[in-house]
């Protein structure tokens, strides 16, 4: 059974950066990943996905230009770098993946994104 671990949440100021990280546990293959937030009171809204080989990648309007998808198979590591932060990304970040079922199944525990001056 894979598991999905994000690290790397905190608090930043306005303008900062963070970089988020999120392992998979096991062996079982894991294909598409992406990110997700859940800021309170809010669905969750997508973030940005990368396919299985790193070469395309997609983002959310809100987060294009300022974060980047990125993965590292051998290491079975998906990161997200978060440049120009702002309050309103303030949100619990979750990390999916695509198990070898085909379907988006995967989800970590999430991790805490604020942004506060």
């Known amino acids: 059974q894979v598991q999905l671990v994000e690290s790397g949440g905190g608090l930043e100021q306005p303008g900062g950066s963070l970089k988020l990280s999120c392992v998979a546990s096991g062996t079982a293959a894991v294909y598409a990943m992406a990110w997700f937030r859940q800021a309170p009171g809010k669905e969750r809204e997508f973030v940005a996905a990368?396919?299985?080989?790193?070469?395309?990648?997609r983002y959310a309007d809100a987060v294009k230009g300022r974060f980047t998808i990125s993965r590292d198979n051998a290491k079975r590591t998906v990161f997200l770098q978060m440049d120009g932060l702002k309050p309103e990304d303030t949100a619990v970040y979750y990390c999916n993946g695509e198990s070898v079922t085909g379907r988006p199944d995967l989800w970590g525990q999430g991790t805490q994104v604020t942004v506060s001056s």
């Open positions: 990368i396919n299985l080989g790193g070469s395309t990648t």
